[in-house]
């Protein structure tokens, strides 16, 4: 079946570092690639997504680019903020009639002023 | 304001006693969805419902139920919870296929 392999956290950085999370997947199809994002004590929201191949997700200064051949999702930020400290969450979805959400465990990530 | 509302927010309960998660979104989205989220497993889908009357199980659906009567609302129901239950739980709507799924902010339940 489908599963989705990240980076282990916790993630600390200092404020302005370079941030990546590395996402695997695998899967039977061609799934659509997301992000979500945690702040403490919320649910989960959309950061940005994948539907094909080679495409890139942005927002908020945060990029993935879906990569077939090596099937990541890696998600990287040139510059970090403390705001950015969350629970990051690399997804995937094959469509069909369910279009369920596969997650990974899950990264923390703490940025430190 | 587009949202996924859940409620209760927080529950501490016990073993035996019957109880439902309202979950209501006000985006007229046909697919809704619970997950519960553990430490270490991540996200995984209890139920699912297509739309009102048609629901299906998830990968972790055992101890639970759903109904959808109405397009709005999907609740989700433990008849018998157990302490294997205590976790947070999170509902989720989307407007259409491969559309992103909205989320709401989670019911954190302890069963004792």
């Known amino acids: 079946g489908d599963s989705v392999t990240q980076m282990e956290g916790p993630v600390t950085l200092s404020e302005e570092a370079f941030l990546t999370i590395n996402c695997t997947y695998t899967a039977t199809g061609y799934p659509s690639l997301f992000w979500y994002v945690q702040y403490p004590g919320e649910g989960l929201q959309l950061l940005l997504k994948?539907?094909?191949?080679?495409d890139k997700g942005s927002n908020k200064g945060f990029e993935a680019t879906y990569r077939k051949e090596t099937t990541s999702f890696h998600l990287e930020k040139g510059s970090v903020q403390v705001s950015d400290s969350a629970v990051y969450f690399c997804a995937l979805s094959e469509g069909g009639s369910n279009y369920k959400l596969t997650f990974g465990k899950g990264t923390l990530l703490t940025v430190n002023p | 304001e587009a949202q996924v509302t859940q409620n209760p927010r927080y529950l501490i309960t016990v073993t035996g006693k019957k109880l439902t998660v309202t979950c209501s979104q006000n985006?007229?989205?046909?697919?809704m969805s619970w997950y519960r989220q553990d430490p270490g497993l991540g996200l995984r889908q209890i139920y699912y419902s297509m739309n009102v009357e048609v629901t299906d199980k998830g990968d972790v659906p055992e101890g639970y139920k759903v109904s959808r009567k109405e397009k709005r609302n999907f609740p989700l129901i433990l008849e018998s919870p157990s302490p294997n239950q205590t976790s947070l739980y999170f509902c989720?709507?989307?407007?259409?296929?491969?559309?992103?799924?909205?989320f709401g902010d989670g019911t954190r339940l302890s069963i004792l």
């Open positions: 994948a539907t094909k191949a080679d």
């Open positions: 989720a709507s989307r407007p259409g296929t491969a559309q992103p799924q909205h």
């Open positions: 985006m007229n989205h046909e697919y």
